[in-house]
Each structure stands twice: as C-alpha cells, then as structure tokens.
C-alpha cells in the first residue's frame, strides 16, 4: 500500500522559512517522479513544483519561482520543499503526490497523493 506522509508545516511569518517533507513507502520510490500542490479555504488544488524521479528536472509555478526549490533523496524515499521568502497568500494545506509518469504539473497526472500539512503564514 503505497503511503505519503508530510510533515515540516507550521506557523511562520511572512519572509520566513520552512521546509516541508514527503515520505513514501510502499512504491519504489527512485522510479517517480514527485509533486508539490496546494489548496487555500475554498479554492481548488493548485500545483506548485514538480520533480523527476532522478531529480535532473524541475518545474515551478510562477508564484514561487526564486522562492521554493523542490528535491529529493531517493536514498530517504523522501522529497522535499524548501519555501523561503513566504508570503501570506501562501498559506494552505499542502500536498506531496506521486506521478503517474514521468513528470505532470496537472492533479489529474497524479496517483497517489498524501494527507498534507497545514503551513501559515502570517502578515
């Protein structure tokens, strides 16, 4: 059964850091390619950035390019997020998920997502 656990959300002001965690089990993680979504109160799931499975590409949303740097550790069966220079409108839930093949932006290219985590940013 394949698992996806975030963890590294919080509280935090705006100019702040935090750096969010995937952990997958039950996939064999090196072969996917990775994403990071988002979704605010009443709006819909947005994507954020996106991974290979051999961490070589990359792809950001606007809104965070410069600020966000999306990895991984295959080794760890884990990804990451690193989120610098927060802003309030950046506060979510957010979402590891795993691709179906090779590397999606869409929700719709993704298979297995996680529970998310809370991350707040405050003014």
């Known amino acids: 059964q394949v698992q996806l656990v975030e963890s590294g959300g919080g509280l935090v002001q705006a100019g702040g850091s935090l750096r969010l965690s995937c952990a997958a089990s039950?996939?064999?993680?090196?072969?996917?390619?990775m994403g990071w979504f988002r979704q605010a109160p009443g709006k819909e799931r947005d994507f954020v950035a996106a991974?290979?499975?051999?961490?070589?590409?990359?792809y950001y949303t606007d809104s965070v390019k410069g600020r966000f740097t999306i990895s991984r550790d295959n080794a760890k069966n884990t990804v990451y997020l690193q989120m610098n220079s927060l802003k309030p409108e950046g506060t979510a839930v957010y979402y590891c998920?795993?691709?179906?093949?090779?590397?999606?932006?869409?929700?719709?290219?993704?298979?297995?997502w996680g529970q998310g985590t809370q991350v707040t940013v405050s003014s």
């Open positions: 039950g996939l064999t993680f090196s072969n996917y390619g």
């Open positions: 991974i290979s499975w051999s961490g070589g590409n990359t």
């Open positions: 998920a795993t691709v179906l093949a090779g590397i999606a932006t869409l929700r719709g290219g993704y298979a297995y």
